[in-house]
């Protein structure tokens, strides 16, 4: 019997033990923390660079967008305005067509031009 008691008590503390160290591991373990992915769908069209300078009297409606300053309803007024009064015969007609001002005239200059 007191053999079996002896077995006990070691296996008791072997068990013990083995807690002991999980419950530290445990205790001073640190995950390791990973920033979530984000991922983006880009079109190939979206993502290639716009090609400047713009041709003011041969520019649809998607490159005229490019210019910055310039959205989609003042790219629109450039091509009425060129559908109205023909074509552009120099950059600086282009404040002729509203919505686009001396400011927004400077910041084209060098991204436009007319044929």
Do not use: C, H
């Not at 713009?54 to 520019?59: E, F, I, R, S, W």
């Amino acid at each position: 019997m007191e053999r079996e008691a002896v077995q006990t008590r070691i296996l008791v503390g072997v068990a013990l033990l083995l807690a002991a160290l999980i419950a530290g591991y445990y205790a001073f373990y640190v995950p390791q923390v990973t920033r979530p992915v984000v991922v983006t769908a880009v079109s190939e069209e979206a993502s290639s660079s716009p090609a400047w300078p713009v041709d003011l009297n041969t520019a649809g409606l998607e490159a005229l967008d490019t210019l910055p300053g310039i959205g989609p309803v003042t790219a629109q007024a450039i091509l009425d305005y060129r559908e109205e009064n023909g074509p552009f015969s120099s950059v600086e007609e282009l404040e002729n067509v509203y919505g686009i001002g001396e400011k927004t005239l400077e910041k084209l200059r060098d991204l436009v031009t007319v044929s």
